[in-house]
């Protein structure tokens, strides 16, 4: 016959009411959680964003340009590329085909609120 699952707790903590399980489970002897480490303070204290210096830099000569997070330069770098394969949807646009459309997906959603009025 199986054995309930009731029968492998400490009876001693076993209560009907959750708030005298927790009330229980306190003051049962184990790790103070106010002296127990999480795992969050082991880390090493982190620099704000906005104080470091930009870490990736444009490996293009001639380019001087860096940026504090990776995907701003990888969208930089279209620039040099001249790769545009973010083009416009509406037929007739002079920002559609051919390659004539924008490096930048945002620079594309800007086009569409600003020349055809709607949003992305």
């Keep these: 016959m199986a054995q309930s699952t009731h029968e492998n707790i400490n009876p001693s903590i ?10 229980s489970l306190s003051n ?15 880390k090493k204290p982190r620099m704000p964003s906005s104080t470091q210096g930009p870490r990736y830099h444009c490996p293009t000569a001639d380019c001087t340009r860096s940026y504090k997070r ?20 509406f037929v007739g646009c002079h ?16 086009h569409l609120k600003l020349v055809h009025g709607v949003s992305a």
Excluded: W, Y
């Design 95 to 110: 920002r559609n085909g051919d390659g004539k459309g924008f490096a930048r997906k945002d620079h594309l959603k800007q």
């Design 14 to 23: 076993m209560h009907l009411s959750s708030n005298h399980l927790i009330s």
């Design 70 to 89: 990776r995907f701003e330069l990888i969208r930089h770098q279209h620039v040099h590329t001249n790769i545009r394969v973010h083009e416009c949807r």
């Design 28 to 42: 049962s002897k184990g790790p103070d959680p106010a002296t127990r480490v999480t795992p969050r303070s082991r």
